[in-house]
Protein backbone atom coordinates (compact mmCIF):
# COMPACT_ATOMS: atom_id res chain seq x y z
CA UNK A 1 0.00 0.00 0.00
CA UNK A 2 1.42 3.27 -0.59
CA UNK A 3 2.03 5.82 2.41
CA UNK A 4 -0.04 8.42 2.39
CA UNK A 5 2.06 11.96 2.34
CA UNK A 6 0.70 15.15 3.76
CA UNK A 7 0.64 16.94 0.54
CA UNK A 8 1.00 20.75 -0.35
CA UNK A 9 -0.66 22.15 -3.65
CA UNK A 10 1.56 25.13 -4.89
CA UNK A 11 5.33 25.21 -3.88
CA UNK A 12 5.09 28.90 -3.33
CA UNK A 13 6.29 30.65 -0.10
CA UNK A 14 3.55 29.21 1.84
CA UNK A 15 3.72 25.82 0.53
CA UNK A 16 7.84 26.06 1.09
CA UNK A 17 7.44 26.90 4.38
CA UNK A 18 4.73 24.89 5.66
CA UNK A 19 6.65 21.42 3.74
CA UNK A 20 10.13 22.88 6.14
CA UNK A 21 7.46 23.24 8.92
CA UNK A 22 6.41 19.62 9.17
CA UNK A 23 9.51 18.14 8.76
CA UNK A 24 10.98 20.41 12.07
CA UNK A 25 7.51 19.81 13.86
CA UNK A 26 8.64 15.80 13.51
CA UNK A 27 6.24 14.60 10.57
CA UNK A 28 8.68 11.36 9.61
CA UNK A 29 6.35 10.10 6.55
CA UNK A 30 5.96 11.90 3.14
CA UNK A 31 5.55 15.20 2.48
CA UNK A 32 5.30 16.26 -1.44
CA UNK A 33 4.61 19.44 -2.38
CA UNK A 34 2.87 19.69 -6.30
CA UNK A 35 3.78 22.71 -7.97
CA UNK A 36 3.01 24.09 -11.37
CA UNK A 37 6.69 25.89 -11.24
CA UNK A 38 9.36 24.59 -12.16
CA UNK A 39 11.57 25.72 -9.44
CA UNK A 40 11.99 24.88 -5.67
CA UNK A 41 9.65 27.64 -3.54
CA UNK A 42 11.01 31.11 -3.66
CA UNK A 43 10.09 34.61 -2.57
CA UNK A 44 8.61 37.10 -4.42
CA UNK A 45 9.29 40.16 -3.04
CA UNK A 46 12.69 40.76 -4.97
CA UNK A 47 10.60 40.01 -8.46
CA UNK A 48 9.67 43.83 -8.81
CA UNK A 49 12.96 45.05 -6.82
CA UNK A 50 16.48 43.57 -7.00
CA UNK A 51 16.00 41.16 -9.50
CA UNK A 52 14.43 44.37 -11.88
CA UNK A 53 17.06 46.76 -10.88
CA UNK A 54 19.89 43.67 -11.49
CA UNK A 55 20.95 43.84 -7.39
CA UNK A 56 19.55 40.03 -7.39
CA UNK A 57 20.61 36.73 -8.97
CA UNK A 58 17.23 34.16 -9.26
CA UNK A 59 19.23 32.06 -6.91
CA UNK A 60 19.67 34.72 -4.42
CA UNK A 61 15.68 34.45 -4.05
CA UNK A 62 15.11 30.96 -3.22
CA UNK A 63 13.34 30.04 0.34
CA UNK A 64 16.51 27.51 0.60
CA UNK A 65 19.31 26.02 -0.80
CA UNK A 66 18.18 23.35 -2.84
CA UNK A 67 20.26 21.07 -0.98
CA UNK A 68 18.27 21.44 1.90
CA UNK A 69 14.87 20.04 0.45
CA UNK A 70 16.47 17.21 0.11
CA UNK A 71 18.10 16.44 3.25
CA UNK A 72 14.71 16.84 4.44
CA UNK A 73 13.34 14.45 2.34
CA UNK A 74 10.84 16.85 0.81
CA UNK A 75 9.39 15.87 -2.80
CA UNK A 76 8.73 18.07 -5.34
CA UNK A 77 6.21 16.93 -8.01
CA UNK A 78 6.39 19.65 -11.10
CA UNK A 79 2.59 19.21 -11.75
CA UNK A 80 -0.97 21.40 -12.02
CA UNK A 81 -3.60 20.16 -9.55
CA UNK A 82 -6.56 19.38 -11.72
CA UNK A 83 -8.82 18.16 -8.64
CA UNK A 84 -9.25 17.34 -5.12
CA UNK A 85 -11.80 14.85 -4.08
CA UNK A 86 -12.29 15.46 -0.27
CA UNK A 87 -13.98 12.01 0.69
CA UNK A 88 -11.47 9.84 -1.04
CA UNK A 89 -8.55 12.18 0.00
CA UNK A 90 -7.25 12.01 -3.59
CA UNK A 91 -5.74 14.86 -5.79
CA UNK A 92 -5.70 14.29 -9.47
CA UNK A 93 -2.80 15.76 -11.41
CA UNK A 94 -1.42 16.45 -14.93
CA UNK A 95 2.29 16.28 -14.71
CA UNK A 96 2.28 17.54 -18.15
CA UNK A 97 4.69 16.57 -21.12
CA UNK A 98 4.56 16.14 -24.76
CA UNK A 99 1.21 14.24 -24.10
CA UNK A 100 -1.06 15.41 -20.70
CA UNK A 101 -0.44 12.81 -17.75
CA UNK A 102 -3.01 12.46 -15.15
CA UNK A 103 -1.82 10.90 -12.03
CA UNK A 104 -3.60 10.33 -8.70
CA UNK A 105 -1.76 11.21 -5.42
CA UNK A 106 -3.54 10.43 -2.19
CA UNK A 107 -2.93 12.07 1.11
CA UNK A 108 -3.25 11.71 5.23
CA UNK A 109 -3.77 15.99 5.37
CA UNK A 110 -3.59 18.62 2.89
CA UNK A 111 -2.42 22.30 2.47
CA UNK A 112 -4.15 24.49 -0.20
CA UNK A 113 -1.42 27.19 -0.77
CA UNK A 114 -2.22 28.04 -4.34
CA UNK A 115 -1.83 32.17 -4.24
CA UNK A 116 -3.29 33.98 -6.81
CA UNK A 117 -3.59 34.12 -10.72
CA UNK A 118 -2.79 37.69 -12.18
CA UNK A 119 -5.40 39.46 -13.17
CA UNK A 120 -4.85 40.29 -17.02
CA UNK A 121 -6.14 42.94 -18.60
CA UNK A 122 -9.67 42.58 -20.09
CA UNK A 123 -8.84 44.82 -23.66
CA UNK A 124 -8.06 44.67 -27.04
CA UNK A 125 -4.34 43.93 -27.23
CA UNK A 126 -3.00 43.32 -30.88
CA UNK A 127 -1.16 40.68 -32.09
CA UNK A 128 1.74 42.52 -32.65
CA UNK A 129 2.21 44.07 -28.94
CA UNK A 130 0.83 41.41 -27.00
CA UNK A 131 4.58 39.81 -26.47
CA UNK A 132 5.20 43.22 -25.24
CA UNK A 133 2.61 43.23 -23.37
CA UNK A 134 4.06 41.25 -19.72
CA UNK A 135 2.73 40.42 -16.04
CA UNK A 136 4.93 40.04 -12.89
CA UNK A 137 4.13 37.65 -10.47
CA UNK A 138 6.93 34.64 -10.97
CA UNK A 139 10.52 34.13 -11.52
CA UNK A 140 10.37 33.44 -14.97
CA UNK A 141 7.84 36.61 -15.62
CA UNK A 142 10.78 38.85 -13.73
CA UNK A 143 13.73 37.09 -16.27
CA UNK A 144 11.48 38.00 -18.97
CA UNK A 145 11.04 41.53 -18.00
CA UNK A 146 13.99 42.20 -16.48
CA UNK A 147 16.40 42.59 -20.23
CA UNK A 148 13.73 45.48 -21.46
CA UNK A 149 14.58 47.90 -18.66
CA UNK A 150 17.49 49.35 -20.59
CA UNK A 151 18.38 53.01 -20.09
CA UNK A 152 16.19 55.16 -22.31
CA UNK A 153 13.67 52.49 -22.93
CA UNK A 154 9.93 53.80 -22.61
CA UNK A 155 8.09 51.58 -19.90
CA UNK A 156 4.23 51.98 -19.43
CA UNK A 157 3.28 50.05 -16.37
CA UNK A 158 -0.61 49.64 -16.05
CA UNK A 159 -1.92 49.53 -12.51
CA UNK A 160 -0.82 52.14 -9.95
CA UNK A 161 -0.87 49.45 -7.04
CA UNK A 162 2.37 48.36 -5.30
CA UNK A 163 3.76 45.72 -7.99
CA UNK A 164 3.39 48.59 -10.95
CA UNK A 165 5.09 51.07 -8.54
CA UNK A 166 7.85 48.82 -7.36
CA UNK A 167 8.47 47.96 -11.19
CA UNK A 168 8.28 51.96 -12.16
CA UNK A 169 11.22 52.45 -8.82
CA UNK A 170 12.99 49.79 -10.34
CA UNK A 171 12.96 50.60 -14.06
CA UNK A 172 13.81 54.57 -13.10
CA UNK A 173 16.73 53.20 -11.36
CA UNK A 174 18.13 51.38 -14.36
CA UNK A 175 17.11 55.09 -16.41
CA UNK A 176 14.40 53.76 -18.33
CA UNK A 177 11.37 56.24 -19.40
CA UNK A 178 8.20 55.48 -16.87
CA UNK A 179 4.73 56.15 -17.30
CA UNK A 180 1.95 55.20 -14.25
CA UNK A 181 -1.31 54.57 -15.96
CA UNK A 182 -3.81 54.34 -13.32
CA UNK A 183 -7.54 53.84 -13.46
CA UNK A 184 -8.58 55.02 -10.30
CA UNK A 185 -8.46 58.74 -8.87
CA UNK A 186 -5.49 57.54 -7.16
CA UNK A 187 -2.35 55.60 -6.21
CA UNK A 188 -2.47 52.43 -4.07
CA UNK A 189 -5.86 52.85 -3.50
CA UNK A 190 -6.56 49.43 -1.88
CA UNK A 191 -4.69 48.94 0.59
CA UNK A 192 -2.89 52.21 1.53
CA UNK A 193 -4.40 55.80 3.89
CA UNK A 194 -4.60 58.63 0.87
CA UNK A 195 -2.72 60.99 2.41
CA UNK A 196 0.41 57.77 2.61
CA UNK A 197 -0.12 57.60 -1.14
CA UNK A 198 0.10 61.09 -1.89
CA UNK A 199 3.39 61.06 -0.81
CA UNK A 200 4.60 57.94 -2.78
CA UNK A 201 2.59 59.79 -5.79
CA UNK A 202 4.76 63.05 -4.60
CA UNK A 203 7.89 60.55 -4.69
CA UNK A 204 7.20 59.16 -7.96
CA UNK A 205 7.22 62.34 -9.16
CA UNK A 206 10.53 63.59 -8.11
CA UNK A 207 11.70 60.81 -9.75
CA UNK A 208 10.86 61.10 -12.92
CA UNK A 209 7.70 58.84 -13.12
CA UNK A 210 4.89 60.48 -15.38
CA UNK A 211 1.61 59.48 -13.62
CA UNK A 212 -1.67 59.50 -15.31
CA UNK A 213 -4.94 59.11 -13.25
CA UNK A 214 -8.32 57.96 -14.19
CA UNK A 215 -7.27 56.42 -17.23
CA UNK A 216 -8.94 53.28 -17.95
CA UNK A 217 -7.07 51.82 -20.31
CA UNK A 218 -9.24 50.89 -23.81
CA UNK A 219 -6.67 48.66 -25.82
CA UNK A 220 -3.04 48.39 -26.57
CA UNK A 221 -1.77 48.13 -30.31
CA UNK A 222 1.58 47.71 -32.01
CA UNK A 223 2.35 51.03 -34.55
CA UNK A 224 3.93 50.52 -37.60
CA UNK A 225 7.32 52.18 -36.21
CA UNK A 226 6.74 48.86 -33.68
CA UNK A 227 6.26 51.64 -30.24
CA UNK A 228 3.13 50.41 -28.63
CA UNK A 229 0.45 52.77 -27.87
CA UNK A 230 -1.57 52.31 -24.40
CA UNK A 231 -4.58 54.02 -25.57
CA UNK A 232 -6.99 55.20 -22.69
CA UNK A 233 -10.08 57.05 -21.48
CA UNK A 234 -12.43 57.76 -23.98
CA UNK A 235 -14.27 60.72 -26.09
CA UNK A 236 -12.93 63.91 -25.09
CA UNK A 237 -10.35 62.35 -22.73
CA UNK A 238 -9.00 60.09 -24.94
CA UNK A 239 -4.82 60.00 -25.06
CA UNK A 240 -2.55 57.33 -25.60
CA UNK A 241 0.74 56.47 -23.84
CA UNK A 242 4.11 55.52 -26.40
CA UNK A 243 5.71 52.62 -25.16
CA UNK A 244 8.43 49.87 -25.77
CA UNK A 245 7.40 47.85 -23.06
CA UNK A 246 3.95 47.81 -21.01
CA UNK A 247 4.30 46.28 -17.68
CA UNK A 248 0.56 45.39 -16.05
CA UNK A 249 0.19 44.63 -12.34
CA UNK A 250 -3.54 45.31 -11.98
CA UNK A 251 -3.66 42.63 -9.17
CA UNK A 252 -4.66 38.81 -8.39
CA UNK A 253 -7.27 36.48 -8.47
CA UNK A 254 -6.78 34.23 -5.88
CA UNK A 255 -6.56 30.70 -7.22
CA UNK A 256 -9.89 28.96 -5.26
CA UNK A 257 -10.70 26.78 -8.34
CA UNK A 258 -9.85 23.37 -6.96
CA UNK A 259 -11.49 24.18 -3.49
CA UNK A 260 -14.27 25.21 -5.31
CA UNK A 261 -15.18 22.66 -7.56
CA UNK A 262 -14.47 20.19 -4.49
CA UNK A 263 -17.20 21.72 -2.47
CA UNK A 264 -14.95 23.76 -0.36
CA UNK A 265 -16.62 27.08 1.10
CA UNK A 266 -15.08 29.78 -1.23
CA UNK A 267 -15.87 33.53 -1.11
CA UNK A 268 -13.32 35.36 -3.54
CA UNK A 269 -10.67 32.88 -1.84
CA UNK A 270 -10.83 29.63 0.14
CA UNK A 271 -12.39 30.48 3.88
CA UNK A 272 -10.98 28.95 6.38
CA UNK A 273 -11.76 29.13 10.71
CA UNK A 274 -8.80 30.60 12.97
CA UNK A 275 -7.11 27.22 12.89
CA UNK A 276 -7.07 27.69 8.76
CA UNK A 277 -9.03 24.84 8.54
CA UNK A 278 -11.32 25.09 5.48
CA UNK A 279 -14.70 23.28 5.48
CA UNK A 280 -13.32 20.17 4.51
CA UNK A 281 -11.97 18.80 8.00
CA UNK A 282 -8.74 17.77 7.15
CA UNK A 283 -7.83 20.58 4.72
CA UNK A 284 -6.38 23.42 5.86
CA UNK A 285 -5.48 26.58 3.26
CA UNK A 286 -2.92 29.30 3.91
CA UNK A 287 -1.42 32.53 2.34
CA UNK A 288 -2.83 34.63 -0.27
CA UNK A 289 -5.47 31.88 -1.56
CA UNK A 290 -7.00 31.85 2.34
CA UNK A 291 -9.84 34.14 3.61
CA UNK A 292 -9.51 34.41 7.22
CA UNK A 293 -10.88 35.62 10.36
CA UNK A 294 -9.59 39.17 11.78
CA UNK A 295 -8.82 39.39 15.30
CA UNK A 296 -10.31 42.48 15.59
CA UNK A 297 -13.73 41.53 14.78
CA UNK A 298 -16.26 39.37 13.61
CA UNK A 299 -15.17 40.15 9.42
CA UNK A 300 -13.02 37.88 7.83
CA UNK A 301 -9.97 39.20 5.15
CA UNK A 302 -7.30 37.57 3.16
CA UNK A 303 -3.76 38.87 2.64
CA UNK A 304 -1.12 38.91 -0.01
CA UNK A 305 1.59 39.63 1.81
CA UNK A 306 5.22 38.27 2.60
CA UNK A 307 4.42 38.10 6.90
CA UNK A 308 1.36 36.70 5.94
CA UNK A 309 2.92 33.54 4.13
CA UNK A 310 5.68 33.09 6.48
CA UNK A 311 3.51 32.93 9.45
CA UNK A 312 -0.17 31.20 7.86
CA UNK A 313 2.26 28.39 6.78
CA UNK A 314 3.42 27.45 10.21
CA UNK A 315 0.54 27.30 11.87
CA UNK A 316 -1.11 25.50 9.37
CA UNK A 317 1.92 22.76 9.26
CA UNK A 318 1.12 22.27 12.80
CA UNK A 319 -2.38 22.22 12.42
CA UNK A 320 -2.37 19.69 9.76
CA UNK A 321 -0.28 17.75 12.57
CA UNK A 322 -3.63 18.21 14.96
CA UNK A 323 -2.33 20.81 16.98
CA UNK A 324 -5.49 23.38 16.87
CA UNK A 325 -3.07 26.54 17.48
CA UNK A 326 -4.97 29.50 16.30
CA UNK A 327 -3.83 32.26 13.64
CA UNK A 328 -3.76 35.70 15.33
CA UNK A 329 -0.61 37.86 13.53
CA UNK A 330 -0.86 41.07 12.78
CA UNK A 331 -1.29 41.73 9.45
CA UNK A 332 1.98 43.65 8.09
CA UNK A 333 3.67 44.66 4.73
CA UNK A 334 6.51 46.65 3.65
CA UNK A 335 7.10 48.26 0.18
CA UNK A 336 10.38 49.60 -1.17
CA UNK A 337 10.68 52.07 -3.89
CA UNK A 338 13.99 54.21 -4.61
CA UNK A 339 15.17 54.35 -1.06
CA UNK A 340 11.91 55.20 0.79
CA UNK A 341 10.09 52.32 2.24
CA UNK A 342 5.75 52.11 3.28
CA UNK A 343 4.78 49.40 6.38
CA UNK A 344 1.13 49.13 7.09
CA UNK A 345 0.27 46.86 10.37
CA UNK A 346 -2.96 45.98 11.40
CA UNK A 347 -6.00 46.93 9.35
CA UNK A 348 -6.50 50.54 8.62
CA UNK A 349 -9.64 49.86 6.62
CA UNK A 350 -11.16 49.50 10.16
CA UNK A 351 -9.79 53.68 11.22
CA UNK A 352 -12.69 55.90 12.63
CA UNK A 353 -10.00 58.21 13.98
CA UNK A 354 -6.28 58.88 13.05
CA UNK A 355 -3.46 61.11 13.97
CA UNK A 356 -0.30 61.53 12.21
CA UNK A 357 3.05 60.95 14.16
CA UNK A 358 5.52 63.54 12.02
CA UNK A 359 9.00 62.14 12.56
CA UNK A 360 10.47 64.64 10.15
CA UNK A 361 9.13 66.52 7.17
CA UNK A 362 9.92 63.21 5.04
CA UNK A 363 8.67 60.41 7.62
CA UNK A 364 5.37 60.31 9.07
CA UNK A 365 3.39 57.53 10.99
CA UNK A 366 -0.18 57.57 11.17
CA UNK A 367 -2.21 55.69 13.91
CA UNK A 368 -5.09 54.20 13.52
CA UNK A 369 -8.35 53.59 15.67
CA UNK A 370 -11.59 51.82 15.99
CA UNK A 371 -14.76 53.16 17.22
CA UNK A 372 -14.33 50.55 20.23
CA UNK A 373 -12.89 51.41 23.54
CA UNK A 374 -11.00 50.44 25.81
CA UNK A 375 -9.78 51.05 29.45
CA UNK A 376 -6.62 52.12 29.53
CA UNK A 377 -3.91 54.62 31.95
CA UNK A 378 -5.79 57.65 30.09
CA UNK A 379 -9.59 56.38 31.13
CA UNK A 380 -11.16 54.89 27.93
CA UNK A 381 -9.54 55.10 24.81
CA UNK A 382 -10.04 54.37 21.53
CA UNK A 383 -8.80 50.49 20.29
CA UNK A 384 -5.44 50.69 18.24
CA UNK A 385 -6.18 48.73 14.95
CA UNK A 386 -3.23 50.18 13.11
CA UNK A 387 0.21 52.35 12.32
CA UNK A 388 1.09 53.00 8.67
CA UNK A 389 4.46 54.97 8.11
CA UNK A 390 5.99 56.42 4.88
CA UNK A 391 9.86 57.64 4.85
CA UNK A 392 13.40 57.04 4.43
CA UNK A 393 13.73 53.37 4.49
CA UNK A 394 16.42 53.66 7.35
CA UNK A 395 14.69 56.85 9.36
CA UNK A 396 11.23 54.45 9.07
CA UNK A 397 12.06 50.84 10.07
CA UNK A 398 13.43 51.41 13.88
CA UNK A 399 10.39 53.74 14.64
CA UNK A 400 8.06 51.48 12.49
CA UNK A 401 9.16 48.26 14.24
CA UNK A 402 7.64 49.63 17.54
CA UNK A 403 5.09 51.06 16.17
CA UNK A 404 4.04 47.69 15.46
CA UNK A 405 4.21 46.23 18.43
CA UNK A 406 1.51 49.01 20.17
CA UNK A 407 -0.67 47.39 17.45
CA UNK A 408 0.39 43.79 17.95
CA UNK A 409 -0.04 44.09 21.82
CA UNK A 410 -3.13 46.56 21.22
CA UNK A 411 -1.76 48.92 23.82
CA UNK A 412 -4.26 51.43 25.73
CA UNK A 413 -2.57 54.77 24.67
CA UNK A 414 -4.77 58.04 23.64
CA UNK A 415 -4.28 59.11 20.07
CA UNK A 416 -2.68 62.55 21.35
CA UNK A 417 -0.03 60.62 23.05
CA UNK A 418 1.13 58.46 19.99
CA UNK A 419 0.91 61.50 18.12
CA UNK A 420 3.43 63.46 20.19
CA UNK A 421 6.63 62.84 18.68
CA UNK A 422 8.34 64.08 21.69
CA UNK A 423 6.55 60.74 23.43
CA UNK A 424 9.00 57.76 23.00
CA UNK A 425 6.95 55.36 21.09
CA UNK A 426 9.38 52.72 23.00
CA UNK A 427 8.33 53.87 26.58
CA UNK A 428 4.47 53.11 26.17
CA UNK A 429 5.38 49.77 25.28
CA UNK A 430 5.89 48.56 29.31
C1 LIG B 1 6.38 40.85 -7.63
C2 LIG B 1 5.91 40.68 -6.21
C3 LIG B 1 6.45 41.49 -5.21
C4 LIG B 1 6.03 41.34 -3.89
N1 LIG B 1 6.55 42.17 -2.93
C5 LIG B 1 6.11 42.07 -1.66
C6 LIG B 1 6.60 42.96 -0.65
O1 LIG B 1 7.44 43.82 -0.91
N2 LIG B 1 6.11 42.83 0.61
C7 LIG B 1 5.18 41.90 0.94
O2 LIG B 1 4.77 41.84 2.10
N3 LIG B 1 4.70 41.04 0.00
C8 LIG B 1 5.14 41.11 -1.28
N4 LIG B 1 4.64 40.25 -2.24
C9 LIG B 1 3.59 39.27 -1.86
C10 LIG B 1 4.13 37.93 -1.43
O3 LIG B 1 5.21 37.53 -2.22
C11 LIG B 1 2.99 36.90 -1.55
O4 LIG B 1 2.01 37.30 -0.63
C12 LIG B 1 3.43 35.48 -1.29
O5 LIG B 1 4.29 35.03 -2.30
C13 LIG B 1 2.21 34.55 -1.23
O6 LIG B 1 2.63 33.24 -1.06
P1 LIG B 1 1.66 32.02 -1.45
O7 LIG B 1 2.45 30.79 -1.18
O8 LIG B 1 0.33 32.21 -0.85
O9 LIG B 1 1.45 32.16 -3.02
P2 LIG B 1 2.52 32.01 -4.17
O10 LIG B 1 3.87 32.39 -3.68
O11 LIG B 1 1.94 32.70 -5.35
O12 LIG B 1 2.55 30.44 -4.49
C14 LIG B 1 1.47 29.75 -5.04
C15 LIG B 1 2.00 28.66 -5.93
O13 LIG B 1 0.94 27.75 -6.20
C16 LIG B 1 1.05 27.29 -7.54
N5 LIG B 1 -0.26 26.76 -7.96
C17 LIG B 1 -1.43 27.43 -8.08
N6 LIG B 1 -2.42 26.59 -8.46
C18 LIG B 1 -1.85 25.35 -8.57
C19 LIG B 1 -2.34 24.08 -8.94
N7 LIG B 1 -3.63 23.88 -9.24
N8 LIG B 1 -1.48 23.05 -8.98
C20 LIG B 1 -0.17 23.21 -8.66
N9 LIG B 1 0.36 24.39 -8.30
C21 LIG B 1 -0.48 25.45 -8.26
C22 LIG B 1 1.48 28.54 -8.29
O14 LIG B 1 2.08 28.19 -9.52
C23 LIG B 1 2.48 29.15 -7.30
O15 LIG B 1 3.78 28.71 -7.54
C24 LIG B 1 5.05 40.37 -3.57
C25 LIG B 1 4.51 39.55 -4.58
C26 LIG B 1 4.92 39.71 -5.89
C27 LIG B 1 4.32 38.86 -6.97
Redesign the pocket.
Known sequence: MTQRAMAI?????????AAQALREAGWQGRIVL????P?W?????????GLLTGERAAQQCALRAPQAWRDDHIERLH????ALDPARRTLT?DTGGMLAHVAHLDYEALLL??????RRLAVPVSAAASARVLY???LD??AAIAPRLAPGARLAVVGGG??GL??AASARSRGCEVTVIEGGPRLLGRAVPEALAAQVHALHARNGVRIVLGAAVQAIEAHANGALAVLHGSGESADSVEADTVVV?IG?EP?D??ARAAGLAVERGILVDETLQTSAPGIYA?????VFPSRFGAHRLR???????ET??RVAAHNLLGAREVYRELP?????QYDHQLQVAGEPALARQTVVRALDGNTQIRFDFADERRAGHDGHVPRLVAASGFGPANALAKEMRVARMLVEREVTAAPAVLADAAVKLKSLLA
Open positions: VGAGHVGGRVGAEHPYERPPLSKARVLLATGGHVLRTDAFIEVGIAEIAGDVAQETWHNAQAWFWSD
